[in-house]
Nanobody, 124 residues
């Protein structure tokens, strides 16, 4: 059973940076594709970024492209989301998610394992 635990959220001023971490377990032979999603108050949950099992492929939402970077360290069983040039509209609960095997990285329905979420608040 895959388990995910996010950390690194907090309060930051506009223009600042945060790095989120997601520790994962249960992904046999590094078989988990990893994604980040977020949900702002009153909004639908939306895709942010994803990375393939080996780390060789990444996908970003248009809203964060050029500002956020997803990476992973399979030896540490951890995926990261480096968030730079943060804007107030980035304020949301950020969720780490995973699925095993093959699939499209930016499709929310593919992900069947989810973390508890971590709050990111960007003030103006």
């Amino acid at each position: 059973q895959v388990q995910l635990v996010e950390s690194g959220g907090g309060l930051v001023q506009a223009g600042g940076s945060l790095r989120l971490s997601c520790a994962h377990s249960g992904c046999s032979f590094s078989n988990c594709n990893m994604g980040w999603f977020r949900q702002a108050p009153g909004k639908e949950r939306e895709f942010v970024a994803a990375i393939s099992r080996s780390g060789g492929s990444t996908v970003y939402a248009d809203a964060v492209k050029g500002r956020f970077t997803i990476s992973r360290d399979n030896a540490k069983n951890t995926v990261y989301l480096q968030m730079n040039s943060l804007k107030p509209e980035d304020t949301a609960v950020y969720y780490c998610a995973a699925f095993e095997g093959w699939g499209l990285l930016d499709r929310q329905y593919q992900y069947n394992y989810w973390g508890q979420g971590t709050q990111v608040t960007v003030s103006s």
